[in-house]
């Protein structure tokens, strides 16, 4: 009863109610800020040295493209079930915030197996971290957002746990509202790596 009572007393934009939460999403602006710049200067990296594969396979010869789009379509869906997660925040509604965001991180779980096994499948082939320039941008890249992915993962997963005993208030709001601004970066720089490491990487294969 105490939760449907606070629940039933939230404001239109819960997260942003209190000077407190207002610092929260503001201060968050700022973190993606700098994570932009950090996975920016990866992406360059990357550029480079990607045409650098001392000997050993290339990203025409490696890369399963039926694979990588099965893992984009995953977590390009993921990204909607945390939209849909942000709208039942501003519906006041703990249940529908909890179901969208179980199925957000069972998306983002699916993504992570995949990239796993593509991972495995390609250190098989001989393309690994230690191989060549091209190997060493490659998994530092995909794999820095991999395990950025993981720890969304488990952010959700905590807050859902906290939100059990806590409720929807204007304190846990911010926090909600926050994990899903975090899985749409992650879903965005997402879609900078399909395009600059593996849909570009099969393209100047085909060009050269």
Known sequence: MA?????????????KATLE??????????????ETVLFGSLFAT????????????TSQQLFDMPLVAAATLILLTSSMTSVMATLALHKKDLKKIQLWLTITVLLGLGFLALEIYEFVHYVHEGHK??????GSAFYTL??????HVAFGIIWIILLQVSAVKKGLTVV???????????????DVVWVFIFTVVYLMGMIGGKVG
Do not use: C, M
């Open 129 to 134: 971290i230690s191989t060549s320039a091209f």
């Open 142 to 147: 995909v794999g820095f957002h991999g395990g």
């Open 46 to 57: 990357f550029i480079a040295l990607r045409d650098q594969a001392n000997g050993g396979p």
């Open 172 to 186: 846990t709001a911010p926090k909600f509202y926050l994990a899903s601004l975090y899985w749409h970066f992650i």
């Open 21 to 34: 939460g207002k610092n929260k999403v503001l201060g968050f602006w700022l973190f993606l800020g700098g």
């Open 3 to 15: 939760t449907h009572h606070a629940n039933a007393v939230l404001p239109d934009e819960p997260e």
